[in-house]
């Protein structure tokens, strides 16, 4: 981090391949605000049948199957983390109600998705690492619509604030969204996500967002 806040370019490089510090960065934040959440909507709509985009180690489903009882499917983009994930399951209380699917989110085409009804996408601080290359994004949120056209969207993401400057944040998490900000990643607006997900197909349903923790909760559904 102190390479970053003196602008050292290898220290931007680096951090930009430090993919498993950001998972971590991730989970400490979900545990904290994103989870508790997403658990609360999913109870307020009623929906106990779950994919994730992005679902890593399970930290979160198995958070949601503890909490709210779910069924859940956890697509994984990285064939390893995929693997171990699979394999962390045998043998315990989450076997045979969790389950790991390798893919990309971004392309839904080629995602085989379980037999039986999915009511809920889920995706925490994930969409907005793919931003810059917009147009990917919404083809791909419009896939997911097509393939899932009664189901949930729910995102908890990052909410960049009117005015909000880099690291003013007196929370404990602002050292995660410093590195965001430092690293070159999208830093989007409510109304951004609004926008992107409007021109995908989808009507905003409920949302909620926290200026402190610079991040937002977006509740959506198909609008046809």
Known sequence: MEGLLRSDQAARSAARRDEEAIREASTALGFDFAYPLVSGLLRAYR??????????????????????????????????????????????????????IEGDALSPGSVIL???RIEAVVAVDLLHFYLRDRERVLAALAGWREKLPEAFFIIVEICRGPGRRAG???????????????????????????????????????????PSLEHGAFVFRSAS
């Open 47 to 100: 929906l106990t049948s779950v994919l994730e985009f992005g679902c890593g180690r399970l930290a979160h489903l198995k958070y949601l199957r503890d909490r709210n009882g779910i069924k859940g499917w956890g697509l994984e983009i990285d064939s390893r983390i995929a693997a171990a994930s699979t394999r962390d399951l045998q043998g315990t209380a989450y076997e045979g109600v969790l389950q790991v």
């Open 114 to 116: 379980p037999a039986g």
């Open 168 to 210: 003013r944040s007196p929370l404990p998490k602002a050292e995660y969204n410093l590195c965001h900000r430092l690293t070159g990643q999208a830093l989007p607006a409510e109304r951004d996500w609004l926008e992107l997900f409007e021109a995908a197909g989808y009507r905003s349903v409920r949302k909620f967002v926290f």
